[in-house]
């Protein structure tokens, strides 16, 4: 069982940043990617950015330029820097944990709000 505990959600202004952090525990195999994904009321949930092992990075093109994903192995965490917050980018936002064996697993979820 893998756990996903993730924080930095909130409320923030246009044009301000949040930083998200998901850390993994539990019976960790091996990593293929860690990312995040978000949904928005009525709205399907949608892959934010992920990486995979090794480094490679992929981004919605909706935030591209503006968020940036980043893990430390050892402590098997994964971060999302939001810069350049726009109302679009309200969303739950979950974290999710994909092994070599194609299992997934999710965080609970935090909220991120982008409003004046």
């Known amino acids: 069982q893998v756990q996903l505990v993730e924080s930095g959600g909130g409320l923030v202004q246009p044009g301000g940043s949040l930083r998200l952090s998901c850390a993994a525990s539990g019976s960790i195999s091996r990593i293929y990617h860690m990312g995040w994904y978000r949904q928005a009321a009525g709205k399907q949930r949608e892959l934010v950015a992920r990486i995979i092992s090794g480094g490679l990075t992929n981004y919605a093109d909706a935030v591209k330029g503006r968020f940036t994903i980043s893990r430390d192995n050892a402590k098997n965490t994964v971060y999302l820097q939001m810069d350049g917050l726009k109302p679009e980018d309200t969303a739950v936002y979950y974290c999710?944990?994909?092994?070599?064996?194609?299992?997934?697993?999710w965080g609970q979820g935090t909220q991120v709000t982008v409003s004046s």
């Open positions: 999710n944990l994909r092994s070599i064996y194609a299992k997934d697993s």
